[in-house]
Each structure stands twice: as C-alpha cells, then as structure tokens.
C-alpha cells in the first residue's frame, strides 16, 4: 500500500530555491561588493537597490498566489495590504527624520505646511522602530481579517468579490489621498533620511536592507511552502476544484479561505515594509487600484499555482519594465496589457510552465490545471 | 429506523417540490427511490444533507435528531454522506489525497489541519477505501485524469471514508459502461452490510439489480413503496412512471 500522503517534495522546486537563493542572497551582493566599478562584472549600488525592490514584490506576489493561484480567490485588493505595512514603516521612518526635515521640526514636513501642530495619535506609537515592523504586518493582517470575515462568510465569492476587494482599493487610494487623513495626502511620506540610526543614503545601509529583503523573501517562501504542502494546503486547492464537495466532507470553507486571505495580507505587509526603506517613498499612487491589478499580472505571467512562478512573474515582469521603460516609457502599459492577454490566452501555467515543458520536453506537471470556468482571470 | 420524514414541504415560489413527503428508511437498508423528472427525487436529497431548508415537516436522523435545525457541515458531522450526481472530485489532487482529505477526522478547522498528520491507522483505512472502490492501482494519480467511472467510484470512496451511517447517492451510474454499472451495483450492496444507503437512479435494469425496496416519488409525494415487482405491478405506478419510461426506451 502506497505509504506517503503528502507528494514527494518536488524536487525541480527545491533545486530552484536553492539557485535562486544562491543569485539572490550571495552572487548580487557578492557583484556589488568585489569587483571594481569600471569591471563589467560590478553591479551598482543603484541595480542591486533595484532587486531589493523586485524581491519586496515577490513577497506580495507569493501571497496572492496563495490566495488566487491555490485556493482560486482572486484579490484585487493586495495594494491596499501592501500600502498598510509601507505607510506604517514610513510614519516610523517619518518620524526618524526629527530636526532635519526641512523646516527644522520634530514634525513630518507635510504637517507643518498642512498646519497640523501637534502629532496625531496614531502616529505615536510608531516612534518606535518595533512597533512600525509589528504595525506594517499586523495592521494588514488585522484589517485583512475584519474584511475577510465579512466578506467570506457572507459566502461571497468569484467575481463579486474580485470587484469588492478592487473597490476596497479604490476606496483606500481616495482614503489615503485626503489631507485630511494625516498621513501626507497625495505626496505620501518621503525624505527619509535614517533606519535606527543607520543613514539611508549610505550604501552599505542599502546593501544589508537588500539582504534581509532576500532573507525575507526566503522566508516567506517557505512559510507558504509549508502550508502549500500540509493538508490544509490540499484542502485550499480542494476548495479551488469542488467548493461543495469540501463543504460535504466536513469542512467549512469559507474559515480556510479567510486563513489564506490574511496569510497573504502580512505577506504584502511585509512586502511594504521592506520596500519603504529602500524606495524612500510610499504614496497613494503605490497602493490604488492598478497597483494591485500589477500583482496579479504578475503571478499570471510567472505561473499560478507554482509558489516559484509566483517569484519569477514578479522579478521578471519589474525587471522587464525597468528595461523597457528607459526605451519606451510611454508603451510599457500596453505591453504589460499585452503580456497579460497572451499569457492568459495561450499560456495558462505561465513562464513556469514554459520552462518545464522546454526542459522536461514533455506536458508539464503543473502545480494546478486552470479551469476556465472557476476561479480563472 | 435510521431517517424519519415527516410531512416535508419544499416550496419554490409556489411549486411544491416536495409535497408532504413522508419517506422512512430503516438501519442497513439498501432503499432505491424512482420516479419521473421533476418527482423530486434530488430535492429530498437535499434536504436530507441540509443543502436545501424544507417550508415545513421535519427530518428526524437516528435517535430523534431534527435535520431540518442543522447546517450541511453539522448534518455531515452527524453521518449523512452525500454523493452527488456529477462527479465531484478534487481533479487538480491525487486519489490518495482526495480520499485523505474525506477521512473523519476529530477536527477540520483550518489549524489541526495546518498541522495534522496522519497516522498509521488512517492510512490503513483509506487502503482499505481504495481496495473496496478497486482503485489501488491509480491511487497517486490525478483525479481529473480518472475515467468517469473511476470518479464516481472515488466520490463513493470519499463519501464512505467519513463513516456515514447513512449514504445518499444521486444517480450513481449514468453515463457508466454496462460492466461499470455492474460493479456499482456490487459496491452499493457491499456497501448497505455497513450503513443505510439511499440511491436515486432511473435505470430500471441496474434498479432490478441492488434493489430490495423501491419506493416510487412522484409530485414531491411518494406513491407507492415495495419490491421491484410489486412497484411495477402497481397501476398508478405504470400510468405515471414506468408506461412513459417505456414509451421513452
């Protein structure tokens, strides 16, 4: 009698995450650091800030793989998640910039000009550098799981709740963009100048926040790995193939996807947070709608349903734009658009799934059919 | 007796899908019901398994618990298996997986299951699954590459795993080759040795086959209960049924 319950661990997916662990953990930092400037071989400080960014994106598309590639709850709101944990970094980093801001306050310099005299109280907290990296996962996870709640167990479903979540990001952008909201407006939050007491600016500060990004993202790889491969990842999928059937065997649905759906929400946090230091600005315009729709171009061209795909899609996608938009700034929405409907049309498994069938020279063993009827984009 | 219904209504904005239906079925019974599209065979299913809520009666289970108060989880927890009459199994999972995840199991909220393993026992058991639905040979397969067949077997499978002292199968054999419809048939009466099973079919040969009671349903009523030769010596029966399934073959 066969004796595993759980599939052999997918030994390609291994080997990948070893690879890219190598690229992105020792060879990058490794290019930046060794080889002169004027050597070929030299990655800029600016390229190697560049990929940090990647990888932040990357944390936020492996959450939306879970939800959307795995459990077929498609969200179109990871942007709202994402601005919760870079905002609540960048008050902490706001707030760090003490006399030399512009005007030589202890305030943000949006409050001065917006005649804010005294600092708001749910800014206060976030003079600490703790609470700023508690605030950036757990504020998502915690709004994730009101919304969720709501939502799920009003056995909201499919496109209904693709377009609640989208609207959920529509209202956060006008939320975020009021004066009123204290948080900068349509400017957001920027000039920072250090991270506990480290100056942002200098290379090195870039260098080993590059490297916790890609810790970070190693670590949130297999976090999701692990659930992908307990039960409970099965039933996720389970729910993707035969909602009722899961309902019939005892379990209760919407509770699992309330689970994911907050999972992928620390994991955007997370995302923003990593991303505000090394950016050096977060507003509105970051966390709106088409930054969300971003995520979800993402995890499709990189393959859903594959937690690798879900990392390549981001890293190839972001690295393709900043390529193509130093040659043609104004095509690059037409040809994300473009890439999108190919990929949906007549790539199904993504760039994962062409890499397998080049290498295996055989039809993929995906991790997920896509049904065009449920679940689908 | 294992399931008591007693005057169950079904409204849908006034046609009565299930009308005073009184239905019993006793502990280890094989019951087959028959009757004409729209009879509202699926319907009492549905009740039965608290997907649909009745207008009025009650569904009483084993020792007088009321079915029509629980939710369909509940009703699963209590032992009322349901297989439904496409096959619905998780095509993009193993059928070692499909069956692993149908397991009873003391709990299913998302935490135990996070981080349940299974146990020598448990594995022994959907061994044993496998052997009765004779699907040993495909158990690490995909599901969704299974014959339509072997599906409804697995549903079967699944369905059994969670111990069900009572199986509601919805037309387990359409669209089955002659020899597949056999083979059902012989796992439904193996099946029956262990729980009260409950099969919905129209066809009349594979009915002949396992069946020891048919009870006929017609109009949401049921109007006529007995063998496979008293039902089709019953005139009303001929008349409404059995005469139009003729005239249809």
Redesign the interface.
Known sequence: MPEQILPKPDSRETWSFYGAALVFLVVLPLLNVLPSEDSWLHLSDFRLNQFGKFLCFAILALGLDLTWGYCGVLSLGQGVFFGFGAYCMGMYLALQIGAESVYGSDLPDFMVWTQVKELPWFWVPFKNFGAGILGAILVPMIFATVFGFLAFRSRIKGVYFAIITQALAFAAWLVFNRNETRLGGTNGLTDFKQILGYRLSDPSTQRALYIMTALALAASFLLCRWIVASRAGKVLIAIRDSESRVTFSGYTPWVYKLFVFVVAAGLAGLSGLLYVPQVGIITPAQIGVLPSLEVVIWVAVGGRGTLMGAVLGAVTVNYGRSLLTNYFPEAWPFILGGLFVVVVTMFPDGLIGMIRRLFAGRQPEPGLTVHKAQGGA | MILNCENVVVDYDGFKALNNCNFRVHYNELRVVIGPNGAGKTTLLDVI?GKTKPSSGKVFFGHNIDLTTKN??TI??LGV??K?QAP???????V???L???L??AS???FP????K?TPAE??RI?QA?ETIGL?NV??ERA?SLSHGQKQWL?IG??IL?DPSLLLVDEPVAGMSDKETEQTGRLLQTLSEKQAIVVIEHDMEFVRQIARVVTVLAEGTVICEGTVEQVQADDYVREIYLGRAKVAH
């Not at chain 2, 619905?88 to 193993?94: M, T």
């Not at chain 2, 299951?113 to 349940?116: P, Q």
């Open positions: 398994c369909a989880e699963t927890k298996g349901r439904f619905s199994v998780y095509s993009n999972l193993s070692w997986q499909n692993d995840l149908s009873k199991r299913k909220g998302v299951t996070l981080f349940g299974s594995r022994e061994g496998l040993e158990a690490h969704g549903e699944m369905v969670q």
